[in-house]
Structure formats: structure tokens, C-alpha cells
């Protein structure tokens, strides 16, 4: 579970194990006392309302024998801070505990991790330079965009196709970066190189 709480996803008392009652606008503990609605609060992330939040009493709480493993609030019962994702990241937790999760999670390391370290490593991609999400977004489609063409890059190199061109300048001239003057070449290696000398 690829999480930053995966450790707290563990405990008995977590809000997973908050059964949700849409009847009666409220959660049942594991020793079975309700937090009820009790409003909204700004989200950090967003600064809108968006966080629900759901308290049990602290009599309830103070008198439960689970009183110091799932709260230890003295001047309040427990509570649950429900965001707008709550529920999607809840039945992504429950099939990641699945063999069929821990199957495609499996094959992380082999399909994800080396692009992340390539993008990490020969482009120092180690942050976002820009703020806002869709500046990341843009910034994000250009470093794909970067491994994607040394991809291009590997695979081409010495192969050439029926057409006599390999498989990176058929890729270019399918995508335009190679028109018909040729202000786009390419060396013997596969690499794409312009006539001003620069590396594409």
C-alpha cells in the first residue's frame, strides 16, 4: 500500500475499520458507539469546506475500553476527518489487499521505477520548479515528453525498418519533428540531431 499513512492504515482503530451509515449520518466504531456529523472544516490542501467531520461523545469515549489505543483526547471523543476522496482511496486500500493488486503492484519495479530514476537521475527532475497544479502538469508532459524521445532514442539505434529509415527517424517524420528539407537529421547511431548541431 503505497501510502504515507501505511503504517496507520495497520492499527485496529483506524478510520477504515469506521463502519459508514448513510441512514443516520454517522460512522459505528469497532465497540460499536456512532460518531455523528458534527460540520465542516477548510481542507489545507484546497482551503474550501470540504472536510466532514464526524465526533463520538467523550462520555462515550471516556467510559470505552479503547480509550487511549483509538483517542486520547481528554476533552473530546474520537474524531474522523472525511475528505472528498475519502471513500475512493477507502476501496483502493481494500483492493490492494487483494492478490490481484499485490500482482500488478508486483511489476512496479520493473515497469515504473527505472523511468523515475532516469527522470531523477540524467534530468535532475528531483522537484517541480513551477507552482500550481497546471503548471506541474506542463512541466510534468515535458519531462515525459524528454524520456520518451531517449526511448525512442535506444530502440531505433541500428534498426532500420523496410523503408531504410530507423525506427526513431520513422518516428520523427511521423510526429513532423523530420520534414521533407531536412531540418531534422539523424547520425548512425539513431540519435536525432539537428543541422545546427543541437541534440533533440
Same mark, same amino acid.
Given at each position: 500500500?503505497?501510502? $504515507? ?46 472536510? $466532514? /467531520?464526524?465526533?463520538?461523545? $467523550?462520555?462515550? %469515549?471516556?467510559? %470505552?475500553?479503547?480509550?487511549?489505543? %483509538? ?30 493488486? $499485490?500482482? /500488478? ?30 503548471? /506541474?502538469?506542463?512541466?510534468? /508532459? ?25 525506427? %526513431? ?32
Amino acid at each position: 500500500m503505497s501510502e $504515507r499513512y501505511h503504517t496507520e492504515a495497520q492499527d485496529p482503530y483506524f478510520k477504515d475499520q469506521f463502519a459508514y451509515d448513510a441512514a443516520t449520518e454517522s460512522y459505528l466504531c469497532p465497540q460499536g458507539q456512532r460518531p455523528l456529523f458534527r460540520g465542516l472544516r477548510k481542507s489545507p490542501v484546497t482551503g474550501s469546506r470540504s472536510i $466532514r /467531520v464526524y465526533r463520538a461523545s $467523550r462520555t462515550a %469515549c471516556r467510559t %470505552c475500553p479503547a480509550f487511549g489505543v %483509538c483517542t486520547k483526547d481528554k476533552h473530546g471523543g474520537r474524531a474522523l476527518w472525511i475528505g472528498p476522496s475519502d471513500m475512493l482511496l477507502r476501496r483502493h486500500r481494500e483492493w490492494m489487499r487483494t492478490e490481484e493488486a $499485490r500482482s /500488478v503492484y508486483a511489476r512496479r519495479r520493473e515497469l515504473i521505477e527505472p523511468t523515475f530514476g532516469i527522470l531523477k537521475d540524467q534530468l535532475a527532475a528531483r522537484r517541480f520548479l513551477l507552482r500550481g497544479l497546471t503548471n /506541474v502538469r506542463a512541466e510534468f /508532459v515535458l519531462l515525459a515528453t524528454a524520456s520518451s524521445f531517449g526511448h525512442y532514442r535506444e530502440y531505433g539505434r541500428d534498426h532500420r525498418g523496410p523503408s531504410g529509415k530507423t525506427k %526513431c527517424e520513422a518516428a520523427c517524420c511521423q510526429s513532423g519533428l523530420l520534414d521533407p528539407l531536412g531540418t531534422t537529421s539523424h547520425s548512425r547511431s539513431g540519435s536525432c540531431i539537428t543541422l545546427a548541431g543541437g541534440r533533440a
